[in-house]
């Protein structure tokens, strides 16, 4: 399978889809044939389409989600709503379709996402991840409750034996003492490095 790393979040709206277009816009400034992928997209297909916008990539943003549900509920409550469920072997079939050397791919809310959960099966956000084989790079936001979410976020991962890279803050405020002490403190509990903490509207991962 192609390589790759995986998105996930804390929690909802804390800014995966950004950060996954910051990192992906990067990779291919610096000339490396990197794509998005997504399993799952209720709401239909808004992050792709911010994400196409932001890297300038060209291909129709519902191509990019294996399953793309209108309703804008959990996946797998939208799934039952519309009659459309997820399955891994179509997951898999459009990961390997993806014509790119380096795919970033996003989750659905928080690693205890519900992707399909009926009398036949029950796949979850981590299931998806297990089946990439990438390893995990967790968005989190920067304000307060910052420490509990991702620590809880990383040692959760480390329990379903995924390797973690580690943290990216997102709406960092340099110099403000809260999200500063975040980041140490993220660090010292849960062993991983915060790799980057980038601005509200930053135009790179970096900043």
Do not use: W
């Amino acid at each position: 399978m192609t390589k790759g790393v995986f998105i996930t979040g804390t929690a909802t709206d804390v800014g995966k889809t950004y950060i996954s277009a910051l990192i992906l816009k990067h990779l291919r400034s610096q000339g490396i044939n990197a794509g998005y992928f997504k399993a799952a997209a209720s709401g239909g297909c808004a992050d792709a389409e911010e994400v196409c916008r932001i890297c300038g990539l060209s291909n129709p943003p519902a191509s990019l989600i294996s399953f793309v549900y209108q309703t804008p509920v959990s996946p797998h409550l939208a799934a039952q709503q519309e009659g459309h469920p997820l399955d891994l072997q179509t997951v898999i079939e459009h990961l390997n379709f993806l014509p790119y050397d380096y795919i970033v791919a996003e989750g659905s809310g928080g690693l205890i996402c519900p992707l399909r959960y009926d009398d036949e099966q029950q796949i979850m956000l981590i299931d998806i991840i297990k089946l990439t084989g990438f390893p995990l790079l967790i968005v989190a936001d920067s304000s307060l409750g910052a420490i509990n979410s991702a620590v809880l976020t990383a040692t959760y991962a480390k329990a379903q034996k995924i390797p973690v890279k580690g943290f990216i803050l997102n709406r960092f405020i340099r110099g403000d003492y809260l999200h500063e002490d975040n980041k140490i403190m993220i660090e010292t509990l849960s062993g991983l490095p915060v790799l980057s903490c980038v601005a509200a509207n930053a135009n790179s991962i970096f900043d």
